[in-house]
């Protein structure tokens, strides 16, 4: 029988439920638990596929080709497991299976209503991953704020099932803020105790309070929240300000977060907390040796969350390689021919970001053709990788007219094509190729020496393809197809032999590294910008030895 852990926030959003979640998650597996972590969203999307990276942040794949929420990527970067389709549940998936039910004729004679229907529904969903016998303890991280009208159905959902359930087989956590008010030079409990407050008022009352607050909480703080909050005080837990994510699991540990939650769902049969190799990874990345710079060219770049997995896996390569990454954005949009070299010249490696329609992507060209012919590491991701084609059509095998049909749909040169079965497909959501394909890799290519293997398989999100019709002029022109999907024949890895670092990939690296296992692609990636790097001072210390002679 799985236990179950509900995370609420309070007070105001972005406080970090994901992250919260994913270091209990982390400290449960760290003394030998099974867990995952699940992912309720009470918007009425279906799944996050369809919004605009400056709404949701970036859009998650999991392996079985589910969109979803960027917080799953926290999990499986923490937790170092894959999640899938049932790990992320919205409230527009919710209706539609009821609705789906209710026109089947399932509820026939019944009107269908928010109690019991829908959150019937939602409770299901919450047990689905626990009901498969696999997991010890799952976590359900619940979206958006306490006292929002969407989230109740889900608070309602929460209560039911803790009324349903043995007391010690389900808890709730509630993330909240402890604001420091300058004027005052205090911390102040009352928002805490109001959101603690609207909780209670839906019949759920929190077990553990996790404060996030950018000062120490003292004991007169704590026993002041335990008091007016109702929560025994050792389960006031200060979540103070951290200066990595990856910090946090330490922290809660420090805070006994895990011992406490381990008592409540009366859970004896646990390890001491096996975290070597976080703490490995957390040391190289606090103390860095090296240092690269690395531009990072899109289109969404005043957003951070757009290019998530990107970030986080630049952290784990960069961890890996002792170094510290700093990534530059570069809007694509203001590139030009007439300012790529000043734009472009202080990095030691150049990604080109995956993304969709027509803006910013002549920059993104501009910006291959100056890392190709400045010998300048490069690593172009889905469309990245279509860029890439489509520079080295027009700049070396001369098609100037050469394009994507998605850019340009009656181009003479479609060297990026849309994939055949997508031509038939009418409907947006959920409909392109996802989640994970196989891909095989040529021997004595710069993929075979980064995965040392043949045989791969990496996450897709896309419509549109490398024409093969162009294949044999791309290869004598010398950039080569060194990854291929055996089904298919699709293209899935390009690279440049004659480049130190080329390479572009039409899956999504990013979406599968973890703390434990950076990807391989990142990992090399920041070895060769580390070397591009040191050539760059070794030439500039030797001219200006020279100068002094
Ligand atoms: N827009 C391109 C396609 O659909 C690339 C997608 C991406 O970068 N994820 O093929």
New binding site residues.
Partial sequence: MAKYIFVTGGVTSSLGKGIIAASLAKLLQARGLTTTIQKFDPYINVDPGTMNPYEHGECYVTEDGAETDLDLGHYERFLNIHTTQANNVTTGSIYQTVINRERAGDYLGKTVQVIPHITDEIKRRMKLLGDSNKYDVILTEIGGTVGDIESLPFIEAVRQLQWEMPEEDCLVVHLTLIPYLKAAKELKTKPTQHSVKLLSENGVHPDILVCRTERPLSEEIKRKLALFCNVKQDSVIEAMDASTIYEVPIAMLKEKLDVIVLKKLNITNYNEPELDKWKGFLDKLKHPKYKVTIGLIGKYIELQDAYKSILESFIHAGAMNECKVQVVNVHSEFITEDNVGEKLSELDGLLVA???GNRGVEGKIIAVQYARENNLPFFG????M?MAAIEFARNVLHIPDANST?MQPTTANPVIDMMEEQKKITMKGGT?RLGSYPCIIKENSLAFQIYGKTDISERH?????FNNAYLSQFENAGMIASGINPETGLVEIIELPMHPFFIGVQY?PELKSTVENPQPIFVSFIKYAKEFAEAKHSIKNSLLQSEMI
């Fill in positions: 995956p993304g969709f991701i889905c469309l990245g279509q998605e392109m999100r896309h419509r549109w393809e999504h």
